[in-house]
C-alpha cells in the first residue's frame, strides 16, 4: 500500500467553524467546533494547550467517516487558542487552515463594600491589551470594499488601535503609504503593510514590488489575526511615528487630523495565505486615520513608459501595421497603378509600423518592471503572442526569395504556396489579435484605476485608426481605383522610375511578392 498524498487544505476539502464569539473565548466555557469535507473521510483536531476536547474525543477514523462532524471543547486558558484539523483516508490526507481564536480576560470581581481592610490607591490602570474584546469605536467604521471595513479604537499616546474585518474567509492587508495615488507598492517609495494571513499574529511588511516576501513579515506585539465563523479579523496597535522598525526608510508615519494615503486587499474566500488578489479585491483612499474621515484618492497617471507604450501600440497595431496589409491586399488590385507601387508602399508602412510596435513593446517592459508584475492578465498575454509574430514578419518575407516565383501560366511552388500560406495566414492573425488588443489594452487601464487623460488617449488612437482602416478598405473593395488610393501610389511613383517587372527572376509587378 502507497503513502497517502498529504496537502494543504483547497476550497472546502477540509475546514474549521466554532461558535466562539468574534472577539474570543472565555475561560471555562464550552464551546462547538465543526469539521466539514467535501469528501466523507476520518477525521482528527487538534488544539493548543489553551483547552481540552471532551472525553478527547477529537478523532473520527475510517469506520466512521463523514461530511461533517463536531466536537465539544472546553477553554481552559488566557492565550490565542490555535485549531487545526486533518481530513483523509487511505490515498489522501488535506490540513485545514489554522483558526485562531483570542482569549477574553476574565472580569475582576469587586472589593466587597463590608471588607474592614482601609482602602488603598488603585495602581494606575494599564492601557487594554489588544486582544481584549472588540469595543464601540469612537467612529461608525469606514467601508474599504464590500463587506471589508476598517474601525479606529483610538489613540492612545503614541499608539493608534485599529482593526480590519471582512466578511469572507480570506486573508486581509492594509497598508500606509506617502502620495497620493493608489500604488500597492507607494509609488517609488515603498509601503508600510499589515497582514493578517494563517492566524496567529498579524506580520508588518515593507513592500516596494508586486511580490510579497511573506519570510520577510516581523510580527506585531499583541495583534490579533484570526478566521472564524467565514469571517476574517485584524486588530494591531502601531506607532504613530515611522522609524519603530530596522529603519526609518521602512515605515510610514500616520498623521491625526490629516487624509493620508490608506491602501487595502483581501484574498478570495478560502484563501488565507497572501497571494495574488483579484482586482475587484484591492483598493485606495486617503483617510484621517483618527476620524476615519476619507476621500477619493487620485488615479495614477501612468508615467512616461506607459504613456510611450498605449501611444506607441495605439498608432503600431491600431493603423500603420493594418494599413500596410490593406495596401497590400487592395493596391494590387488596382490595374492602373505602376508596376511594384503596392510593394514599396506595403514593405515601407510595415518597416514604420515594425520599428513603432518594437518601442512600444520594450516601454511595456519597462513599466511592469517598475511595477514589479509582467504578463498578470490577458491584455500582455496577447500583446506578446502579437508582438512575436509581428517581429517574425520581415524575416519571413525575406525567405520569399529563396522560393522561385512562377512566370504567368506557370503552377505555383509548394516553397512559394508555404510562403504565402505562413507570412499572409501570421499577418492577418498579428493585425486582428493587435486591433482587439488595443481595447482591451484600454479596458486593462481603466480596471486598474487609471487617470481619464491616459485613458482617452487610447481610446481616441484606436477609435481613430479603426474608423481609418476599415473605412478605406470598405472603400478599396467598392473603388479600388479610389482617391486615397491613387494618393498612396503618387507618394512612391512621382519622379521615380517604376520597379522592373522582374529582379533576378523575381517578378514584382501586381502579383505578391
Not at 478527547?56 to 463536531?70: L, P
Not at 516596494?208 to 520577510?216: F, H, L, Q, R, W
Request: charged residues 15%; positive net charge; proline residues 5%.
Amino acid at each position: 500500500m502507497g503513502n497517502p498524498t498529504i496537502g494543504a487544505t483547497t476550497g472546502a476539502t477540509c475546514q474549521i467553524t466554532t461558535d466562539i464569539p468574534s472577539q474570543g473565548y472565555t475561560s471555562g466555557n464550552q464551546y462547538t467546533l465543526t469539521v466539514t469535507s467535501s469528501t466523507p473521510f476520518a477525521q482528527k483536531v487538534t488544539c493548543n494547550d489553551q483547552g481540552a476536547f471532551a472525553g478527547g474525543g477529537r478523532v473520527k477514523n475510517n469506520d466512521q467517516r463523514g461530511s461533517s462532524y463536531t466536537y465539544q471543547w472546553t477553554a481552559s486558558g488566557s492565550s490565542p487558542a490555535k485549531f487545526r484539523a486533518m481530513c483523509g483516508g487511505w490515498s489522501d490526507m488535506w490540513l485545514s487552515d489554522i483558526v485562531s481564536v483570542a482569549a477574553i480576560a476574565s472580569p475582576v470581581s469587586p472589593t466587597p463594600l463590608s471588607s474592614p481592610t482601609p482602602p488603598t490607591p488603585s495602581p494606575t490602570p494599564s492601557p487594554s491589551p489588544i486582544l481584549s474584546p472588540s469595543s464601540s469605536s469612537a467612529n461608525g467604521g469606514l467601508e474599504l470594499l464590500p463587506g471589508m471595513s476598517l474601525t479606529s479604537h483610538g489613540i492612545k499616546g503614541e499608539q493608534i488601535d485599529l482593526e480590519v474585518r471582512s466578511n469572507r474567509n480570506g486573508w486581509i492587508g492594509i497598508g500606509f503609504a506617502n502620495g497620493e495615488e493608489v500604488s500597492m507598492t507607494g509609488g517609488s517609495a515603498g509601503a508600510d503593510v499589515f497582514a493578517c494571513s494563517g492566524g496567529g499574529p498579524v506580520k508588518r511588511y515593507w513592500v516596494t514590488s508586486k511580490y510579497i516576501d511573506t519570510g520577510s513579515g516581523r510580527d506585531v506585539e499583541g495583534s490579533q489575526c484570526s478566521f472564524v465563523n467565514g469571517e476574517a479579523i485584524m486588530r494591531f496597535q502601531r506607532k504613530l511615528s515611522a522609524g519603530g522598525g530596522r529603519r526609518l526608510s521602512d515605515e510610514v508615519a500616520v498623521t491625526p487630523g490629516k487624509q493620508q494615503m490608506l491602501i487595502y486587499a483581501r484574498g478570495r474566500d478560502g484563501t488565507t495565505s497572501i497571494s495574488i488578489h483579484d482586482s475587484s479585491d484591492r483598493g485606495g483612499k486617503l483617510v484621517d486615520l483618527e476620524s476615519l474621515k476619507a476621500s477619493e484618492a487620485n488615479k495614477k497617471d501612468g508615467g512616461a513608459a506607459l504613456w510611450i507604450h498605449v501611444i506607441c501600440m495605439t498608432v503600431a497595431w491600431g493603423f500603420l501595421l493594418p494599413l500596410g496589409v490593406a495596401i497590400a491586399n487592395r493596391v494590387r488590385k488596382n490595374a492602373d497603378a505602376p508596376q511594384g507601387a503596392w510593394f514599396k508602399l506595403h514593405r515601407g508602412m510595415q518597416c514604420i509600423g515594425w520599428a513603432v510596435q518594437i518601442l512600444g513593446f520594450v516601454m511595456a517592459l519597462a513599466h511592469c518592471s517598475s511595477e514589479g508584475a509582467h504578463f498578470q492578465n490577458a491584455h500582455t498575454w496577447i500583446g506578446l503572442a502579437v508582438v512575436i509574430l509581428g517581429t517574425l514578419q520581415p524575416i519571413n518575407a525575406a525567405l520569399r526569395k529563396l522560393c522561385k516565383h512562377p512566370h504567368d501560366g506557370e503552377p505555383k511552388t509548394a516553397g512559394r504556396m508555404t510562403f504565402e500560406v505562413v507570412h499572409k495566414g501570421a499577418g492577418y492573425i498579428a493585425v486582428f489579435g493587435g486591433i482587439i488588443n488595443c481595447w482591451m489594452g484600454v479596458a486593462q487601464l481603466d480596471k486598474l484605476g487609471f487617470a481619464i487623460p491616459i485613458i482617452a488617449v487610447g481610446i481616441a488612437l484606436s477609435a481613430l485608426g479603426l474608423l481609418m482602416i476599415f473605412g478605406y478598405t470598405a472603400w478599396a473593395f467598392v473603388n479600388v481605383n479610389n482617391p486615397i488610393s491613387k494618393a498612396l501610389v503618387k507618394l512612391v511613383s512621382d519622379g521615380r522610375a517604376p520597379l522592373p517587372e522582374s529582379v533576378d527572376g523575381t517578378k514584382v509587378g501586381n502579383a505578391i511578392e
